[in-house]
């Protein structure tokens, strides 16, 4: 099979990408040599602008994700990490770029595919005020497939033809479970031409970014072949052969492929391990026959000694929630690891729904049940089959992939293994004890081992400073961390940016306590009788200040009720106090200014709720409002035949202040904004908005008395004249 991806970027007008195919977007990755014009800048240098946005970074994973890191941040301890392939498409002056990427002989599953654009600078813009530039990416994948494909039979000769050079022969084998390893043998090459032939044989398939394909090239008519250590259990194995002779001559050659077959330790631990895990997996195509030919080859296959080569402990998959699972061992957390044969433990992960979180490995020593000081247990974690034979000259490689090795020892006695989105097959815990004199010496020793294995959406739940989100993209769910305070990386663990406890509590209250600069405004409204905008000014002091204490990214956070709630009343109580300062200025009748507080709150509460963070929810309101005033002043002008407002100390001592703090708190508001400076930018905001409210307010109606409390309020008796005069009929 050799697909060919179409990769198509639309440039228009979010800054993102998006994904086609089965995909999944992250927001962290490996760094690798697909730098994207600064995606994988170094930590300290500044983030590209936006014309410098010119490159997509495409990485490609087979079996998961794609594990990138285009910000340079650190990942967790004990993680694993390694990088995908990747490609940098250059966007010309195009509306459109298409990129073909070709992959023969693909491995079989689900690929991903993951875009994602520079580091943006981190201004915060108020939405309407900038025009974004949206990338739209859309992936088409077409597939050639080969039909009929012949397939070897296991100790089987057969005989092939290769018809020319442009036409290399594909046949297949399918891998019985339990096979320790595989041979292949080509013999009888000839050619059509009755010359030496030269063929070139190519086994496995391609999985990027690194291929572990094994390549044999036969000259002649001997016989060559090749051993594979421990095969992918019950999978289809492909085999290319290609002439790299003339190119119309045909060569004839003959195939045989052979396994070793493992014999588990014991029938009851074998019966174990087939009925529990094949319950978890399913039935596969070709599984079942595949275990009985394989109990059958074994007097055929297995060399004379008739020890078991690995002793297996079944294992239990409990799912405990979306992501979330957990592997019990029945036989008790602690595993007998003996130096004869390796102790194999299975970790089922095909289910196609676990390769979005991550594989969490705990290996701890009983540093008692070792007697051997020098004495170590050796773990290599693989996918699709296990590593059977563990020593210091093997490095934790299967046929066709590279494991993760792991050791415990009485000087280091834990060992933890965090694998990040871990493809979807069927994964392998092989443990065995070593000894540096040979396995002689620790022929009859035994060690435990306590094993705890799971599979959690985020490691550590991303931590203090972190939150773990679930996405789910065309039908596949992964998860990532959104980290917060500076903290940054896989699992909010690089404190390279991280604000301190000081700098959290600073910004707090900066941004809590700089809501009380509306007490001199409300004092002047309650003073001048403006009742009604005082209670308004009110409400927004208290809602900002809560909305502020719980908006926190750190440990300094106090909510009061629900964060959704919060922002709400503070974004309304922002917009109608400046609806309800600017139609106060225009000195409207009571009635009619009353009106328009109650309708404009109305539409204003309505325009929130339909989009929260809009731009003409402030503008609309507030350009609304400035026509009414100006309207008014002009009417008051026109009718008292001068300037209104008619006092130039009026101008000069408050509306000209008023009006310069408004629009300084404008541009703080919208310009100068940025993620770092954050706290004390919008903290700016809320002192010079309530300085201009106690500025622009107008002062009271000259025919109302300033507050007069005793006048007010008449508590005693009083003596009441009747000054009507007495109507006497004269008769």
């Not at 089965?22 to 602008?49: D, L, M, N, V, W």
């Not at 799971?454 to 990532?480: E, I, K, M, V």
Request: with cysteine; charged share 15%.
């Amino acid at each position: 099979m050799s697909p060919s991806t179409s990769l198509r970027v639309h440039r228009s007008c979010p800054s993102t990408a998006g994904m086609g195919m089965p995909s999944s977007s992250t927001s962290t990755c490996q760094r690798t040599p697909c730098c994207c014009a600064g995606s994988c800048r170094h930590p300290g240098e500044k983030a590209p602008s936006a014309p410098a946005w010119r490159s997509l970074c495409m990485h490609f994973r087979h079996g998961a994700p794609p594990v990138i890191n285009p910000l340079g941040t650190r990942f967790p301890a004990n993680a694993t990490v390694r990088p995908s392939y990747n490609i940098s498409i250059t966007l010309s002056s195009a509306v459109q770029n298409t990129t073909f990427v070709n992959v023969t002989t693909p491995a079989a599953g689900d690929w991903f595919i993951a875009a994602h654009l520079p580091e943006a600078a981190g201004r915060i813009e108020v939405k309407g005020f900038s025009t974004p530039c949206p990338y739209m990416f859309q992936a088409d994948m077409f597939v050639l497939r080969l039909t009929d494909m012949p397939v070897l039979e296991p100790d089987v000769p057969m005989p092939h033809t290769v018809v020319s050079p442009a036409k290399p022969l594909h046949v297949k084998v399918f891998v019985p479970k339990h096979a320790a390893g595989m041979r292949f043998q080509l013999s009888s090459c000839v050619t059509s031409e009755q010359r030496a032939c030269t063929v070139r044989v190519l086994l496995g398939s391609i999985t990027l970014p690194q291929s572990f394909q094994r390549s044999l090239t036969c000259t002649g008519s001997i016989n060559c072949s090749l051993v594979l250590d421990s095969p992918p259990w019950e999978k289809w194995l492909q085999i290319m052969v290609e002439s790299l002779g003339t190119a119309n001559a045909s060569v004839s050659v003959e195939m045989l492929v052979s396994f070793t077959v493992c014999r588990p330790g014991s029938a009851s631990s074998f019966l174990n391990f087939i009925s529990l895990n094949q319950s978890q997996a399913g039935a596969r195509p070709g599984a079942a026959g595949s275990l009985a030919p394989a109990a059958g080859e074994a007097p055929h296959n297995v060399s004379s000694q008739r020890s078991s080569c690995l002793q297996s402990q079944p294992v239990v998959r409990e799912d405990l929630d979306v992501v979330s699972v957990r592997y019990r061992l029945l036989n008790g957390p602690s595993v007998p690891v003996s130096s004869l044969a390796p102790t194999l433990l299975l970790l089922n992960l095909n289910t196609g729904m676990d390769s979005g979180g991550s594989l969490v490995l705990n290996l701890l020593l009983n540093k008692t049940s070792v007697s051997l000081a020098n004495a170590t247990v050796a773990a290599c974690v693989s996918a699709a089959s296990p590593v059977l034979s563990l020593n210091a000259t093997r490095n934790c490689s299967t046929a066709f992939s590279q494991g993760y090795p792991l050791s415990v020892s009485r000087s280091s006695a834990e060992a933890m293994l965090i694998v990040l989105y871990p493809q979807t097959d069927d994964w392998f815990l092989s443990l065995q004890l070593l000894c540096p004199r040979g396995q002689g010496e620790c022929s009859n020793a035994e060690a435990k081992v306590t094993v705890l294995a799971y599979l959690t959406p985020c490691f550590n739940d991303c931590g203090p400073y972190g939150q773990c989100s679930l996405l789910r993209r065309h039908g596949y769910l992964y998860a990532g961390c959104s980290c917060k305070a500076g903290w940054g990386g896989w699992s909010c663990t690089d404190d390279t940016k991280a604000q301190t406890v000081g700098t959290q509590n600073l910004a707090t209250l900066l941004l809590t306590l700089s809501n009380l600069m509306f007490l001199p405004a409300i004092a002047v409204a309650v003073y001048r009788f403006y009742l009604v905008e005082a209670s308004v000014y009110t409400y927004t002091m208290f809602f900002s200040t809560f909305y502020h204490a719980c908006d926190q990214p750190g440990v300094a956070v106090l909510c009061i009720m629900d964060y959704d709630t919060l922002q709400y009343c503070d974004f309304l109580g922002s917009v109608v106090a400046i609806w309800v300062t600017i139609l106060c200025m225009a000195r409207l009748k009571k009635i009619l200014k009353y009106v328009l507080f109650i309708l404009g709150t109305l539409l204003i509460a309505m325009s929130l709720q339909l989009d929260r963070r809009g731009v003409w929810n402030m503008m609309g309101p507030c350009l609304f409002a400035l026509f009414i005033m100006v309207t008014a002043w002009v009417h008051h002008g026109a009718k008292r035949r001068h300037c209104y407002p008619s006092s130039w100390k009026r101008w000069v001592f408050y509306l000209l202040p008023g009006i310069t703090l408004a629009f300084t708190a404008i541009s703080v508001y919208a310009f100068m904004e940025t993620n770092e400076n954050y706290y004390y930018t919008h903290s700016i905001w809320h002192v010079l908005v309530a300085c201009s409210v106690a500025f622009l307010l107008p002062p009271r109606d000259k025919h109302k008395k300033p507050w007069a409390w005793p006048q007010k309020l008449t508590c005693r008796y009083q003596i009441c004249q009747n000054d009507r005069e007495e109507l006497y009929a004269v008769t």
